[in-house]
T-cell receptor
């Protein structure tokens, strides 16, 4: 079992729709969770982080965390063509661990 | 520009040559990380520093790889006797040490091609 799992996609949504991106992780002691956006050929860009169960909203983005189910998701409302990118889920482990463990990413395509 | 910077942005080398990459973190950040990313994969952790101390190294970091952060500011990653399997994007990130969040911000990366 991979430490952080994501569906590779592509996930195709029409412009204006809600895109839902999912991620599961194996380390039950993981403390904080990050979503990065990566355009083709570019480096990852931090979108949001979450560390408590529940929802966290920032503009069109909502991160959701369920530690009991070891599940984190990212919702993108009113999807735009400029949101087309690969979305990487990253997890910071337990204790004083500092490194991030990334999933392979989900490719999102927002169609006109 | 106050973000993470990396140089060079691209490097093409022949197998067996040594290469060195540089990373300049965000100025107030005391933690600096190196990751490697290959096509279709997420970044994989290589090593990280807190100030000048190298605190963790991945098993991925073979003895051909060495990283330094001599004065706790910029860092260098050297690969000796490069192999074709070293071809990847090498990413540097920095963060301000915090027990809860540890938000890491990435530089633009150095793309290495080993011929």
């Amino acid at each position: 079992q991979k430490e952080v799992e994501q569906n590779s996609g592509p996930l195709s949504v029409p412009e204006g729709a809600i895109a839902s991106l999912n991620c599961t992780y194996s380390d039950r002691g993981s403390q904080s969770f990050f979503w990065y956006r990566q355009y083709s050929g570019k480096s990852p860009e931090l979108i949001m982080f979450i560390y408590s169960n529940g929802d966290k909203e920032d503009g069109r983005f909502t991160a959701q965390l369920n530690k009991a189910s070891q599940y984190v998701s990212l919702l993108i409302r009113d999807s735009q063509p400029s949101d087309s990118a690969t979305y990487l889920c990253a997890v910071r482990g337990a204790g004083t661990a500092s490194k991030l463990t990334f999933g392979t990413g989900t490719r999102l395509q927002v169609t006109l | 520009d106050t973000g993470v910077s990396q140089n060079p942005r691209h490097k093409i080398t022949k197998r067996g040559q040594n290469v060195t990459f540089r990373c300049d973190p965000i100025s107030e950040h005391n933690r600096l990380y190196w990751y490697r990313q290959t096509l279709g994969q997420g970044p994989e952790f290589l090593t990280y520093f807190q100030n000048e101390a190298q605190l963790e190294k991945s098993r991925l970091l073979s003895d051909r790889f060495s990283a330094e952060r001599p004065k706790g500011s910029f860092s260098t990653l050297e690969i000796q006797r490069t192999e074709q399997g070293d071809s990847a994007m090498y990413l540097c990130a920095s963060s301000l040490y915090d027990l809860s969040y540890n938000e890491q911000f990435f530089g633009p990366g150095t793309r290495l091609t080993v011929l």
